[in-house]
T-cell receptor
Framework: DAGVIQSPRHEVTEMGQEVTLRCKPI?????LFWYRQTMMRGLELLIY????????DSGMPEDRFSAKMPNASFSTLKIQPSEPRDSAVYFC?????????????FGEGSWLTVV | SQKIEQNSEALNIQEGKTATLTCNYT??????LQWYRQDPGRGPVFLLL?????KEKRKERLKVTFDTTLKQSLFHITASQPADSATYLC???????????FGDGTTLTVKP
């Protein structure tokens, strides 16, 4: 398997623009996660899906952030409008639904810079 | 509130020595604890998982202990090598399948 695939790997955008990050989880995985990593706050869980349904979005910082999972093989994280403080690495991850303690497989991340 | 603390932001050791990283937690009763490795510019990669009823787990040069009384996990790398230099993250799992809370990580540098 190719692992979790994220795009774009790097994005530089101007404040106020819409940003869309994309993720393809590992085939057969029932859970998908979006994390954000910064030096100040470490790795934070933004939202996670089970069988394409959002389960917990309590980590989404504000209404400018939204996430969708239209099918089992694709998810998006959208920021509209973007702000400089959104600059971070955004990771998508997936895991199997066999109970707690499952290994989480991370993508390589999308490096976002908002200027 | 739940809190996870990893002993220090950075740890420098000499090649061949044993590196020991600490993960402490409060206000949490994890069923599982995992350790991940993260290299610069890459996503975290799973290393080891230990369950709450296990005291110790080993994998090659890696050893993890889990003390639920002390609320602490220790992660050891024996015979360390420069290639072990990376950031190591601990993650705690509760009862929600797959939902993990991560510590901030400890950056290990092994000097030749």
């Amino acid at each position: 398997d190719a692992g979790v695939i994220q795009s774009p790997r790097h994005e530089v955008t101007e404040m106020g623009q819409e940003v869309t990050l994309r993720c393809k989880p590992i085939s057969g995985h029932d859970y998908l996660f979006w994390y954000r990593q910064t030096m100040m706050r470490g790795l934070e869980l933004l939202i996670y899906f089970n069988n394409n349904v959002p389960i917990d979005d309590s980590g989404m910082p504000e209404d400018r952030f939204s996430a969708k999972m239209p099918n089992a093989s694709f998810s998006t994280l959208k920021i509209q409008p973007s702000e400089p403080r959104d600059s971070a690495v955004y990771f998508c991850a997936s895991t199997l639904s066999r109970g707690a303690g499952n290994t989480i497989y991370f993508g390589e991340g999308s490096w976002l810079t908002v200027v | 509130s739940q809190k996870i603390e990893q002993n220090s932001e950075a740890l420098n050791i000499q090649e061949g020595k044993t590196a020991t990283l600490t993960c402490n937690y409060t206000n949490y009763s994890p069923a599982y604890l995992q350790w991940y490795r993260q290299d610069p510019g890459r996503g975290p990669v799973f290393l080891l998982l230990i369950r709450e009823n296990e005291k110790e787990k080993r994998k090659e040069r890696l050893k993890v202990t889990f003390d639920t009384t002390l609320k602490q996990s220790l992660f050891h790398i024996t015979a360390s090598q420069p290639a072990d230099s990376a950031t190591y993250l601990c993650a705690l799992d509760g009862t929600n399948a797959g939902k993990s809370t991560f510590g901030d990580g400890t950056t290990l540098t092994v000097k030749p």
